[in-house]
């Protein structure tokens, strides 16, 4: 059982899930040096896959060096760049290592990134491959042959609450829910309102019984950062109100901060939520801050997350 | 090449739904809009990318393929009930092996639901009151969120 799995089924505390950013080179002293900032305050770090359609050091090699690293991972699988059978065998390589939490994404298009020349794949779409992961995990490829033991595989999804269409989500949500789906990191978002139906319909149809709600909020910096996002990321909008808060405001990167925490705290009122995940275009301590603000520090909870991370760091040096 | 029945059901499908002859059709269980010619050939809902009008994320000035299909699945007159709920049923992965084949023919013959053997079983279930648990360790489950007060 995963340490991610655990702690959702305990559910004694806010779960907090953090991202890795991206890697390119320098080693696994690299990778130690991102994790350092992101480790010690969240529960999981997602490993991405080519986010934004942009290639870096691969999913499964970042998911395994932050296993070894004595953290633990959450590996993105994207469908746009790997067909069915590279997708299984990445799964089955890094669960060699001892990765166990997949979270399966469609992907941004290729259109998105600085190679849109290159070929998409979607082969899998996104449900498809929570329930091929699934599989994997209940001892079979999706041809049938057995796997034997099978990989101690937690599977979890994402969605997009803010996007639409709107009334579909709960629907959609509910689909990698019945396939496998055991969490669901959510899109970053600026809608109170649009999470608080998305989350009471997840509620309402018993969605939240078996799969973990985890809402995302990023930390900015400025009203330009927040203005990109909604101009040039497609499926995140930010509204009016929220980008004047912040480019009227005396200090904008305080007064961004303090967006993230208000919407942070918003969705951990909300009942059906697990817990948060958290992206940081900040990279100035303020992951620290928000769990500790937020009264969900996990020293607080689990001292010996610290420790585990502690060890991991001698075993690397 | 292609034999009388494929150009048949080309010369009806092409034009009608922009068919791109992947050989499986599923049009009826998504409100008679192709989703196919989404450009990420995604089968089961939307992508995370729509943008706030409804935009699809690859094509701005194109409608979302699910948008429409979703909207359609609700509102196309003449779909029969059974067809409307069909659009929350997960649909396996495309069979490569079908493309430019006469989807009706896969129909008639029953190919087109032929899924590989790891596709089957339990969790293909497309009913989620009776999907059951997967196995997976011990998770003990229902997350609940003890945090809030239960009455809340």
Same mark, same amino acid.
């Given at each position: 059982?995963?340490?991610?799995?655990?702690?959702?089924?305990?559910?004694?505390?806010?779960?907090?899930?953090?991202?890795?950013?991206?890697?390119?080179?320098?080693?696994?002293?690299?990778?130690?040096?991102?994790?350092?900032?992101?480790?010690?305050?969240?529960?999981?770090?997602?490993?991405?896959?080519?986010?934004?359609?942009?290639?870096?050091?691969?999913?499964?090699?970042?998911?395994?060096?932050?296993?070894?690293?004595?953290?633990?991972?959450?590996?993105?699988?994207?469908?746009?760049?790997?067909?069915?059978?590279?997708?299984?065998?990445?799964?089955?390589?890094?669960?060699?290592?001892?990765?166990?939490?997949?979270?399966?994404?469609?992907?941004?298009?290729?259109?998105?990134?600085?190679?849109?020349?290159?070929?998409?794949?979607?082969?899998?779409?996104?449900?498809?491959?929570?329930?091929?992961?699934?599989?994997?995990?209940?001892?079979?490829?999706?041809?049938?042959?057995?796997?034997?033991?099978?990989? *101690?595989?937690?599977?979890?999804?994402?969605?997009?609450?803010?996007?639409?269409?709107?009334?579909?989500?709960?629907?959609?949500?509910?689909?990698?829910?019945?396939?496998?789906?055991?969490?669901?990191?959510?899109?970053?978002?600026?809608?109170?309102?649009?999470?608080?139906?998305?989350?009471?319909?997840?509620?309402?149809?018993?969605?939240?019984?078996?799969?973990?709600?985890? *809402?995302?909020?990023?930390?900015?910096?400025?009203?330009?950062?927040?203005?990109?996002?909604?101009?040039?990321?497609?499926?995140?909008?930010?509204?009016?109100?929220?980008?004047?808060?912040?480019?009227?405001?005396?200090?904008?990167?305080?007064?961004?901060?303090?967006?993230?925490?208000?919407?942070?705290? #918003?969705?951990?009122?909300?009942?059906?939520?697990?817990?948060? #995940?958290?992206?940081?275009?900040?990279?100035?301590?303020?992951?620290?801050?928000?769990?500790?603000?937020?009264?969900?520090?996990?020293?607080?909870?689990?001292?010996?997350?610290?420790?585990?991370?502690?060890?991991?760091?001698?075993?690397?040096? | 090449?292609?034999?009388?029945?494929?150009?048949?059901?080309?010369?009806?499908?092409?034009?009608?739904?922009?068919?791109?002859?992947?050989?499986?059709?599923?049009?009826?269980?998504?409100?008679?809009?192709?989703?196919?010619?989404?450009?990420?050939?995604?089968?089961?809902?939307?992508?995370?990318?729509?943008?706030?009008?409804?935009?699809?994320?690859?094509?701005?000035?194109?409608?979302?393929?699910?948008?429409?299909?979703?909207?359609?699945?609700?509102?196309?007159?003449?779909? *029969?009930?059974?067809?409307?709920?069909?659009?929350?049923?997960?649909?396996?992965?495309?069979?490569?092996?079908?493309?430019?084949?006469?989807?009706?023919?896969?129909?008639?013959?029953?190919?087109?639901?032929?899924?590989?053997?790891?596709?089957?079983?339990?969790?293909?279930?497309?009913?989620?009151?009776?999907?059951?648990?997967?196995?997976?360790?011990?998770?003990?489950? *229902?997350?609940?969120?003890?945090?809030?007060?239960?009455?809340?």
């Amino acid at each position: 059982m995963s340490g991610l799995e655990r702690l959702l089924a305990t559910g004694t505390r806010p779960v907090v899930t953090g991202e890795l950013p991206a890697v390119n080179s320098g080693g696994l002293a690299a990778v130690e040096q991102r994790l350092e900032g992101i480790a010690p305050f969240v529960d999981a770090v997602n490993a991405t896959d080519n986010p934004a359609a942009h290639a870096h050091a691969s999913n499964v090699a970042i998911a395994v060096a932050i296993h070894q690293l004595g953290a633990e991972p959450i590996m993105q699988i994207v469908c746009r760049d790997k067909n069915r059978l590279a997708i299984q065998a990445d799964v089955m390589g890094a669960a060699l290592f001892g990765v166990e939490n997949i979270c399966a994404l469609t992907g941004d298009d290729v259109t998105a990134g600085d190679e849109p020349e290159a070929r998409r794949v979607f082969d899998l779409d996104g449900p498809q491959l929570i329930k091929v992961v699934t599989g994997l995990a209940e001892g079979h490829y999706l041809s049938g042959r057995p796997i034997d033991p099978a990989p *101690p595989l937690f599977v979890g999804a994402v969605e997009n609450p803010y996007a639409p269409p709107l009334e579909h989500r709960v629907a959609r949500a509910l689909k990698k829910s019945n396939n496998g789906a055991r969490f669901l990191q959510l899109q970053i978002g600026y809608h109170q309102d649009r999470l608080e139906k998305f989350v009471a319909g997840c509620v309402e149809s018993g969605l939240t019984e078996r799969t973990a709600l985890l *809402p995302t909020v990023c930390l900015t910096r400025s009203a330009r950062a927040l203005g990109f996002m909604d101009e040039h990321v497609a499926g995140i909008s930010v509204p009016e109100e929220s980008l004047a808060r912040v480019s009227k405001a005396k200090d904008p990167a305080e007064e961004s901060y303090q967006l993230t925490l208000d919407l942070a705290r #918003h969705a951990l009122s909300l009942p059906g939520v697990s817990g948060l #995940h958290i992206t940081d275009f900040r990279h100035d301590g303020s992951v620290g801050r928000l769990v500790g603000d937020l009264g969900i520090a996990r020293e607080a909870h689990s001292p010996s997350g610290q420790e585990k991370h502690a060890h991991g760091s001698q075993l690397a040096g | 090449m292609t034999d009388l029945l494929t150009r048949v059901e080309d010369a009806v499908k092409i034009p009608l739904w922009d068919c791109r002859t992947c050989g499986q059709c599923v049009l009826h269980s998504t409100g008679m809009t192709c989703p196919m010619t989404c450009p990420k050939t995604l089968r089961n809902g939307p992508c995370g990318g729509v943008r706030e009008d409804g935009g699809c994320e690859v094509k701005p000035e194109m409608r979302c393929v699910w948008v429409k299909a979703e909207a359609r699945s609700r509102t196309l007159p003449l779909l *029969p009930r059974k067809w409307r709920d069909e659009i929350n049923h997960l649909r396996p992965p495309v069979d490569n092996q079908l493309e430019r084949t006469s989807s009706w023919r896969n129909l008639l013959t029953g190919r087109d639901r032929v899924t590989p053997v790891g596709w089957q079983g339990e969790a293909t279930r497309a009913d989620p009151v009776d999907w059951p648990r997967p196995s997976m360790g011990e998770f003990e489950g *229902p997350f609940t969120t003890p945090f809030h007060p239960r009455e809340a």
